[in-house]
């Protein structure tokens, strides 16, 4: 019933911002915790940031210093904004819900999952 939805360009410049958003059908995303996280070619998951129910953001330390994540609840969306980006960044980017705020888990924490959606950096 839950459902969420990846939308963004498929391809970004070296240096330009990455802009994705996450469409959340079935439920409030003024409950528990919503997440975006990549898996680059070759490479496992890796998490990015949380945005809360109130609001709270949180931010891998790796990453912190060019992302940036926000909502718009009138629309039950959140947006994953991440700077100065470098082919490093090229990745399928997926958003996902958790329930629970924790430092430490696993991939099974995050109950639902959007399809993901390719983004490539490239000039």
């Known amino acids: 019933q839950l459902q969420l939805q990846e939308s963004g360009p498929g391809l970004v410049k070296p240096s330009q911002i990455l802009s994705l958003t996450c469409t959340v059908s079935?439920?409030?995303?003024?409950?528990?915790?919503w997440s975006w996280i990549r898996k680059p070619p070759g490479k496992g998951l890796e998490w990015m940031g949380a945005i809360g129910y109130s609001g709270n953001t949180y931010y891998s330390p790796s990453l912190k210093s060019r992302t940036s994540i926000s909502r718009d609840t009138s629309k039950n969306q959140f947006t994953l904004h991440l700077s100065s980006v470098t082919p490093e960044d090229t990745a399928v980017y997926y958003c996902a819900r958790r329930k629970l705020l924790g430092a430490w888990g696993t991939w099974g924490d995050y109950d639902y999952w959007g399809q993901g959606t390719q983004v490539t950096v490239s000039s």
């Open positions: 079935g439920g409030s995303i003024n409950y528990y915790y």
